[in-house]
């Protein structure tokens, strides 16, 4: 099983979950970007998220 650790991008937005999957948004010169970090079963879509929110997915999916 792979471990995921809350692990910011240095430039950060938020993170937010959609379609099962926590996401996380970062600023780039060409603009937003974003990718998946793991899988957020039994989380409703969500636009924003707080970090405690995806520490608390993190350490679901590593347990």
């Not at 060409?30 to 995806?54: H, L, N, P, Q």
């Not at 993190?58 to 347990?63: A, D, G, L």
Request: glycine share 4%.
């Amino acid at each position: 099983m792979e471990k995921y650790l809350l692990q910011k991008h240095p430039n950060h937005t938020h993170w937010w979950i959609k379609d099962g999957y926590l996401n996380e948004s970062y600023n780039t010169i060409r603009g937003v970007r974003y990718m998946a970090i793991c899988k957020a079963d039994g989380y409703e879509d969500d636009d924003f998220c707080s970090d405690k929110k995806a520490e608390i997915i993190i350490k679901q999916r590593n347990s």
